[in-house]
């Protein structure tokens, strides 16, 4: 791994909060269902370029996509038994997704409504969202690998029509200013070979800056 995955992860992210997409949603806009959208992105991701690409570097990426999740999990306070149901729905829903859209290009408009209604709860404007995967497929068709892995990428297809405003920046900041996705600043411990997140302990090798913090992992 190197920093491919994390421009990747951080790409998957970046596209997964456009704004536009949530005010398509009739339920609240909530942490799952940033994990949603996310995990759709990341099924057409995948389903793009599986073809294309080494299989073992996908089932890497894969992992390291999972585990990404599992730490902003872990962010908002949940322990280990819930981490690991909430996993396991978690990438039981994304193989669901990537067998639903697996036929994306040969259904119309009414059955990949369906399919997004099957796992959201959309509005009477749903077809604007079809439209958004529609252009996020053709998007993926024009654009390389190497795009996503090289950082920032454009995002052209992101535009949108959007409802007009029915409350302030601000006041809808505030109402969900607890809820977080972020990207992470993951890194490679130069001594262990293990992913962390910076700033943190090792904790295969129990070190931090070179210093034994804690009992090493058998």
Avoid: C
């Avoid at 322990?79 to 697996?102: A, C, E, P, Q, R």
């Avoid at 996020?136 to 949108?160: A, D, R, V």
């Amino acid at each position: 791994m190197n920093k491919d995955f994390v421009n990747l992860y951080n790409n998957l992210v970046n596209l997964s909060r456009n704004k536009s997409l949530f005010s398509i949603f009739t339920d609240k806009d909530t942490f799952s269902d940033r994990i949603l959208i996310l995990l759709f992105h990341f099924a057409f991701f995948l389903r793009q370029y599986k073809d294309k690409t080494d299989k073992e570097y996908l089932q890497k990426f894969f992992d390291y996509f999972f585990r990404q999740i599992e730490l902003s999990i872990r962010e908002i306070g949940y322990g280990d038994v819930s981490i690991n149901k909430k996993m396991k729905d978690y990438i039981n829903v994304f193989f669901s997704i990537l067998d639903k859209i697996n036929d994306w290009n040969k259904f119309d408009n009414g059955k990949k409504g369906d399919i997004l209604a099957f796992y959201y709860k959309l509005n009477d404007n749903h077809l604007k969202i079809v439209n958004y995967f529609n252009d996020f497929e053709i998007y993926l068709s024009k654009t390389s690998l190497k795009s996503f892995t090289k950082g920032e990428i454009n995002h052209k297809f992101w535009i949108m029509a959007v409802p007009k405003r029915k409350t302030t920046k601000s006041r809808a900041g505030k109402r969900r200013s607890h809820i977080q996705f972020s990207t992470k600043n993951v890194i490679e411990d130069k001594k262990s070979g293990e992913y962390r997140l910076s700033h943190h302990i090792d904790l295969k090798t129990g070190t931090y800056k070179g210093r034994q913090v804690l009992d090493p992992k058998e």
